[in-house]
């Protein structure tokens, strides 16, 4: 994907702010996908609202990406979203911010965006590293964050294109940062959404 890593590159190089440049390759990936469906297989990726499976797991996040979702948060959450939203975050930041993935995993704390009916709440500023993560059996992914609670590990069979395109505009983004001299390194979702909570409207 050589000619996407400098697409990529081109996008970043421009004028305009870095959280436009950040949904400018974000469409562009959604789009590059879009166009290329059969081509990479997606319709054997079963990865779908209502499932949250994988939205147990820790996730590096960079600080332009947490922008963004506070950004969307802002504009799309209402009061009442917004002040249960904190509530979540101040809940989980304490029982996992020191938590690898296999102890998260058997804890069973899901994601603070993830709604009662286990969709998305912010998927269109998802994490680029969320967007990475595919299956081709919601099932399997059960039996796999099952087995773990036991110490046992199940493969799952993944999407390799979409999740070398998502790494792909992550390291990128990150050396973009490096170059530009600015914040590079990533932390986990639950604690940026801590270190930023008091952007989050009243």
Known sequence: MDFTKEYFYSVLKGDCEIDIKLNAL???????????YEKFNLKEIDCRAGCGHCCILNIATLEPEIKNIINYINSNFDDTGRRSLKEKIKESYFMVKGLDDEERIFLRKKCVFLTDTFACSIYPVRPILCRSVTSTSAERCRESIAAACFGEKLSIISNLYVKELYLLLFNTFTEYLEREN???????????LKEYMECIED
Do not use: I, P
């Not at 974000?26 to 290329?36: A, G, Q, Y």
């Not at 600015?182 to 940026?192: A, D, G, M």
């Open 26 to 36: 974000l469409n562009f990936c959604d789009d590059f996908l879009r166009k290329n």
């Open 182 to 192: 600015l914040f590079s390194k990533s932390k986990k979702l639950t604690v940026w």
